[in-house]
């Protein structure tokens, strides 16, 4: 388990964007996760959908991040803990309203950088093979992020893609 004591600052400015480490109780976040479960369910098989619900991201294993344009929730991120010198991103979301702003690579970039702090050595994800998540696919490849074989408790699977990256 990851001793969350050891965090960096739990609230940043990054980009604009306000980077707090959330404790997933208000109903903006409730409602984005709800979208990203709901668009998971919708382009993936149920078996191939390995997005977390509330209950999961409260894990003392995640720390789960919001971004804040404002008063507007723009997205969220989450990091996992998988062992001393691996970690997961989990929750990887853009609210619509923020589409198309960068809030993915800001977001991005700091789940990189909490990862580097934390002295991991490689960072991973899986992902969608559909269509539909091009875009994601693009995202974390112009961040360094490489194809993998399934890690941790994935396993192969063709509606999924995992990357990689060392830090």
């Not at 997933?24 to 709901?38: C, S, V």
């Not at 989990?90 to 619509?96: D, E, G, L, Y």
């Not at 899986?126 to 408790?153: N, V, W």
Request: charge should be negative; glycine fraction near 8%.
């Amino acid at each position: 388990m990851y001793d969350q004591t050891d965090q960096c600052a739990t609230t940043i400015e990054s980009d604009g964007l306000r980077i707090v480490v959330d404790d997933l109780t208000g109903p903006a976040i409730a409602a984005l996760l709800t979208e990203h479960l709901a668009d998971m369910a919708a382009h993936s098989p149920i078996e191939s959908v390995h997005a977390l619900d509330i209950t999961a991201l409260r894990h003392p294993d995640i720390t789960f991040w919001t971004g804040w344009d404002g008063a507007a929730l723009a997205g969220c991120a989450a990091l996992k803990h998988l062992d001393d010198g691996h970690a997961e991103i989990k929750s990887m979301r853009t609210a619509s309203t923020h589409r198309g702003r960068g809030i993915a690579s800001t977001l991005l970039r700091h789940v990189i950088a909490e990862a580097t702090a934390r002295r991991y050595r490689r960072l991973s994800l899986e992902t969608g093979a559909q269509d539909f998540f091009r875009p994601a696919r693009r995202l974390y490849a112009a961040h360094g992020f490489g194809y993998c074989s399934p890690f941790g408790d994935y396993r192969p699977d063709p509606n999924s893609v995992f990357l990689t990256r060392v830090l």
